[in-house]
Nanobody, 130 residues
Framework: QVQLVESGGDSVQPGGSLTLSCVLS????????VGWFRQAPGKEREGVATVFSGGYGIFNNYYAASVRGRSTISQDVFKNTVTLSMNNLKLEDTAMYYCAATVYSDEWKCRFRIDEYRHWGQGTQVTVSS
């Protein structure tokens, strides 16, 4: 089993920045794909960003169009932590943010297929308001 704990959610003004953290524990080596997802009230859960650990220090990142260019996902394998930094936050970024982990044989599969993620955290709330 893998446990994930998110933190870093906060209330910020439009244009502000946040860094969310996801700490993984347990059988972390059984996973190689970690994704950040979000769910706003009344909306479906959607993917934000993913990171695939290809071994040998190689990581592949993937971003949703809605956050590309103003978000960065990174992984620290020594700390078993995946962070999501978001800049220029918009009202529509308001949501509960979740991290999730799974395992894939190929990098190109590490995307936003929610039902394929085996392990989920409890979420951290991000609110963007003026």
């Amino acid at each position: 089993q893998v446990q994930l704990v998110e933190s870093g959610g906060d209330s910020v003004q439009p244009g502000g920045s946040l860094t969310l953290s996801c700490v993984l524990s347990g059988d972390v080596k059984s996973t190689n794909c970690v994704g950040w997802f979000r769910q706003a009230p009344g909306k479906e859960r959607e993917g934000v960003a993913t990171v695939f650990s290809g071994g040998y220090g190689i990581f592949n990142n993937y971003y949703a169009a809605s956050v590309r260019g103003r978000s960065t996902i990174s992984q620290d394998v020594f700390k078993n932590t995946v962070t999501l930094s978001m800049n220029n936050l918009k009202l529509e970024d308001t949501a509960m943010y979740y991290c999730a982990a799974t395992v894939y044989s190929d990098e190109w599969k590490c995307r936003f297929r929610i039902d394929e993620y085996r392990h989920w955290g409890q979420g951290t709330q991000v609110t963007v308001s003026s």
